[in-house]
């Protein structure tokens, strides 16, 4: 299995389109985020995409993750990301 | 008669004597006054602000009310169609990151469903939810969502969706 909810056990079930969310009564400090481990192929633009059906807020990811991420054009397979929900 | 006058004299004095004793016990009694009670220590108001946050309770529900973040039912059997919410009641203050990690789970195999964060800054009790959805369905059987405190475990649920 990985992060990004899909399982690489082909007997398993298919988690990649599961939505969440989260929300609290106490201040929120940040925007809730989910985990996500880049796969091979992926770009911050593909992601933003599939997440937020506009590959123009990849910049939305790269802000989340510029601690872990400096040249939005090198990520890599295995990197995990927080992605802002 | 008398005897009579005898036995009555004797009676009279050990009448005298029991009444003198009683009364000697009273007067004790009374010179001695029992302790007032003390007062009740007053219980110990739970700190529940002043303290790192800890968990209370992780309630399941397939609804919630949004303002108050509470579930509407406990639940710990879903529909393949619902939304599932994880309900994180905590106690304690300061800045805290929580943790929703989903999992499914097939025997000994372990899939991961999905890992949602929420930071927050709690000033005293608060309530965070964490939902999680799947248009297609969830599969039939059985998950659990462990919830972190800062990276440490705090609390598993399980649950079925039948």
Redo the contacts between chains.
């Keep these: ?5 899909k ?1 690489t ?1 082909g ?3 298919d ?1 990649s ?14 925007p ?4 996500y481990t880049i796969k091979s192929g992926d770009s911050l633009s593909k992601i933003a995409k599939r997440e937020y059906g506009n590959a123009n807020d990849w910049r939305k990811i790269f802000e989340a993750n510029q601690d872990t991420i400096k040249n939005p054009d090198k990520i890599f397979p295995g990197q995990e990301i ?1 992605i802002p ?1 | 008669m008398k005897i009579m006058t005898q036995i009555s004299v004797a009676a009279f004095a050990a009448a005298l004597v029991l009444s003198a004793t009683a009364c000697k016990k009273k007067e004790e009694t009374a010179a001695v006054p029992s302790p007032a009670p003390a007062p009740a220590a007053a219980p110990a108001a739970p700190d529940v602000i002043n303290v790192p946050v800890s968990v209370k309770q992780v309630t399941l529900s397939n609804k919630i009310d949004e303002a ?2 509470q579930a509407a039912m406990p639940m710990s059997s879903f529909a393949a169609s619902d939304t599932i919410y994880a309900v994180v009641d ?1 106690i304690g203050s300061g ?1 805290t990151a ?1 943790k ?1 990690l ?1 999992t ?1 789970h ?1 025997g000994d ?15 005293g009790p ?11 369905g969830w ?1 039939v ?1 059985d998950y659990q969502v462990e919830v972190l405190l800062n990276g440490t475990s705090a609390s598993v649920q399980k649950f079925t969706v039948k």
């Design positions: 299995m990985n992060a990004s909810g399982s056990d007997d398993m079930p988690f389109d599961v939505e969440s969310g989260a929300s609290s009564t106490a201040k929120e400090t940040a809730a985020f989910k985990m927080r929900l | 108050t973040k905590t800045k929580i929703a989903w499914y097939k195999k372990t899939a991961q469903v999905n890992e949602t964060v929420q930071e927050i800054d709690a000033a608060a309530s965070t939810e964490f939902h999680v959805s799947k248009p297609s599969p059987g």
